[in-house]
């Protein structure tokens, strides 16, 4: 896994866009960050709610990691290795709903 794993998955949700965060490649939705590329190329950025960051913190911390920098934002540090590809996909697409409006999101849940 790595970070062109995470940007052909992104870009499979709906109106997902590559883009660049700091210099470094992201996947934004409406022109906001979903994702980023990390800066050691063993992870990602991952843009999630604030109670989502803990839990994963508290119950995954060999996949999941904050350095100092990110304490305290709505992002978590993801490890490419050990990631399953349906969880990457769930959590592209749980960071994709906090990014879209109501609208994409009703019309993502359609069938």
Not at 42 to 50: G, T
Not at 79 to 102: I, K, V
Request: glycine residues 6%; proline residues 6%; aromatic residues 10%.
């Amino acid at each position: 896994m790595n970070w062109k794993s995470v940007e052909t998955t992104g870009l499979s949700l709906p109106a997902m866009q590559t883009g660049t965060s700091y210099g470094r490649p992201a996947l934004k939705l409406n022109g906001k960050l979903v994702a980023c590329a990390g800066r050691a190329d063993d992870h990602f950025v991952l843009m999630l709610d604030h109670d989502r960051v803990d839990f994963l913190l508290a119950f995954e911390p060999d996949q999941f990691f904050q350095t100092p920098h990110y304490v305290g934002w709505p992002c978590i540090l993801v490890r490419y290795a050990g990631l399953d590809p349906d969880d990457l996909h769930s959590l592209l697409s749980e960071a994709w709903e906090r990014r879209a409006t109501a609208k994409q999101r009703s019309a993502h849940m359609q069938p």
